[in-house]
């Protein structure tokens, strides 16, 4: 403090004492004993200082938004300091700093204690919302559930829970514990459900696992007997998708062994067939006389004579059995096309001659067509295959069908 400011507030003698100068007289605070005047006078003005000092930090920290109630508590203690303060300087001009700064605090306290109560009602606006995201997880109806997902959801809204707990303005205990209470129960509901969902989930491998497994042994001893038995390996695969999944590695294990005897018994049903077929070769010569006898029916000129012609064709062919599966289609369509032809002359004779007529001669050859289309399929196989004879039967085949079918005027 200058000279001039020294002898404003305070004096000091040459002994060492000092007093503080004020409005209403002077007071003795001390002495320094072995000082000058000068050095005594300092000594006192620098414990002044140390209180401006404090004071400037008060009102810094209350400009500056610190917590109203510790900078109360150093206005408090500024004032305790202040009563008879051993110093030398402007007491009364630091006094009226502190009443300012008192004032200052009810301001700050009064603004904080709003912004506490708003942080307080957005976090438990927030907290409430967190509750509500897994109650309404929780109301989900079980069928649209995902519940291989559920844990993990439950762990993220646990996640946020507890992240606002730790970074938001602490809520009183009751509605705390209300607000636990229910995201408690919404998690509990969540974990049993999953945990039932799980467990019927394993029962219903287990169940599906144990039927699979009879259902493979039961193939493995078809595909044991020495006849091809696929209808009823077909019926033990209808049973198989009926009886769910037993889990993904099981499921393929088994599935495995169930269509290995399945290739088994569909390889003896190809070995058959080709016994079979070399069986019915000579049925198959028989059926073409056949064919040939009631081709030469059409076309049809005389419509009885045909009918009961066909009649005993179509007995004959009866008698003679089956033929070759590869054979079967071509030889049955070759006889349709002759029904179909004979039954379009018997109808045209009972229907007017003019429209009526014609639209027959369309559907017959709309049969007759599609029976084209049918050939040459099979045309296109048998060459494809390499079958030399089978090509030759059915080139013989479409030649006289399209024949009949330029015969009907349509073509």
């Given at each position: 403090?200058?000279?001039?400011?020294?002898?404003q507030?305070?004096?000091?003698?040459g002994?060492?004492?000092?007093?503080?100068?004020?409005?209403?007289?002077e007071?003795?605070?001390?002495?320094?004993?072995?000082?000058?005047?000068?050095?005594?006078?300092?000594?006192?003005s620098r414990?002044?200082?140390d209180?401006?000092?404090?004071?400037?930090?008060?009102?810094?920290?209350?400009r500056?938004?610190?917590?109203?109630?510790d900078?109360?508590?150093?206005?408090?203690?500024?004032?305790?300091?202040l009563?008879?303060?051993?110093?030398?300087?402007?007491?009364?001009?630091?006094?009226?700093?502190?009443?300012?700064?008192?004032?200052?605090?009810?301001a700050l306290e009064?603004?904080?204690?709003?912004?506490?109560?708003?942080?307080l009602?957005?976090?438990?606006?927030?907290?409430?919302?967190?509750?509500?995201?897994?109650?309404?997880?929780?109301?989900?109806p079980?069928?649209?559930?995902r519940?291989?997902?559920v844990?993990?959801?439950?762990?993220?809204?646990?996640?946020?829970?507890?992240?606002h707990?730790?970074?938001?303005?602490?809520?009183p205990?009751?509605?705390?514990?209300?607000?636990w209470?229910?995201f408690?129960?919404?998690?509990?509901?969540?974990?049993?459900?999953?945990?039932?969902?799980?467990?019927?989930l394993?029962?219903?491998?287990?169940?599906?696992?144990?039927?699979?497994?009879?259902l493979?042994?039961?193939?493995?001893?078809?595909?044991?007997?020495?006849?091809?038995?696929?209808?009823?390996?077909?019926?033990?695969?209808?049973?198989?998708k009926a009886?769910?999944?037993?889990?993904?590695?099981?499921?393929?294990?088994?599935?495995?062994?169930?269509?290995?005897?399945?290739?088994v018994?569909?390889?003896?049903?190809?070995?058959?067939?080709?016994?079979?077929?070399?069986?019915?070769?000579?049925?198959?010569?028989k059926?073409?006389?056949?064919?040939?006898?009631?081709?030469a029916?059409?076309?049809?000129?005389d419509?009885?004579?045909?009918?009961?012609?066909?009649?005993?064709?179509?007995?004959?062919?009866?008698?003679?059995?089956?033929?070759?599966?590869?054979?079967?289609?071509?030889?049955?369509?070759r006889?349709?096309?002759v029904?179909?032809?004979?039954?379009e002359?018997?109808?045209?004779?009972?229907?007017?001659r003019?429209?009526?007529?014609?639209?027959?001669?369309?559907?017959?050859?709309?049969?007759l067509q599609?029976s084209?289309?049918d050939?040459?399929?099979?045309?296109?196989?048998a060459?494809?295959?390499?079958?030399?004879?089978?090509?030759?039967?059915?080139?013989?085949?479409?030649?006289?069908?399209?024949s009949?079918?330029?015969?009907?005027?349509?073509?």
């Amino acid at each position: 403090m200058s000279e001039t400011h020294q002898q404003q507030f305070g004096r000091a003698d040459g002994e060492g004492n000092v007093y503080l100068i004020t409005g209403d007289g002077e007071r003795w605070v001390g002495q320094v004993t072995g000082a000058t005047a000068e050095e005594a006078l300092a000594f006192y003005s620098r414990k002044f200082q140390d209180l401006v000092g404090q004071v400037t930090l008060a009102e810094q920290r209350a400009r500056t938004g610190a917590k109203a109630r510790d900078v109360r508590k150093s206005v408090t203690a500024l004032d305790e300091a202040l009563k008879e303060p051993t110093v030398v300087g402007d007491l009364d001009a630091l006094r009226t700093r502190v009443d300012a700064l008192r004032t200052q605090v009810d301001a700050l306290e009064s603004k904080q204690q709003e912004q506490s109560a708003q942080a307080l009602a957005e976090a438990a606006a927030q907290r409430e919302a967190i509750v509500e995201k897994i109650e309404q997880l929780a109301a989900t109806p079980v069928a649209n559930i995902r519940w291989k997902d559920v844990h993990a959801q439950v762990e993220q809204i646990f996640g946020e829970w507890k992240e606002h707990q730790r970074t938001t303005a602490r809520l009183p205990k009751q509605q705390a514990d209300a607000l636990w209470a229910r995201f408690k129960q919404s998690r509990r509901k969540l974990e049993d459900g999953r945990r039932a969902f799980f467990a019927s989930l394993d029962e219903q491998h287990r169940t599906a696992k144990q039927t699979k497994q009879q259902l493979v042994e039961e193939a493995q001893k078809l595909a044991e007997q020495a006849e091809p038995r696929v209808n009823d390996y077909r019926a033990l695969l209808d049973r198989w998708k009926a009886a769910g999944r037993a889990g993904a590695k099981v499921d393929d294990r088994l599935w495995e062994q169930f269509k290995a005897a399945g290739d088994v018994i569909f390889a003896k049903k190809q070995e058959h067939d080709a016994v079979t077929d070399a069986e019915y070769a000579e049925n198959l010569q028989k059926k073409e006389e056949v064919l040939t006898r009631a081709e030469a029916l059409l076309p049809v000129t005389d419509w009885k004579a045909a009918r009961s012609a066909l009649r005993r064709l179509q007995d004959e062919w009866d008698e003679i059995g089956r033929v070759p599966r590869a054979s079967m289609r071509s030889v049955e369509a070759r006889l349709h096309a002759v029904e179909t032809a004979v039954k379009e002359a018997e109808d045209a004779h009972w229907s007017k001659r003019n429209s009526e007529k014609s639209d027959r001669a369309t559907g017959l050859a709309a049969q007759l067509q599609q029976s084209i289309t049918d050939l040459e399929a099979d045309l296109a196989a048998a060459e494809a295959a390499g079958d030399a004879e089978k090509t030759a039967e059915i080139t013989k085949a479409l030649e006289t069908q399209r024949s009949w079918l330029k015969a009907t005027g349509i073509a």
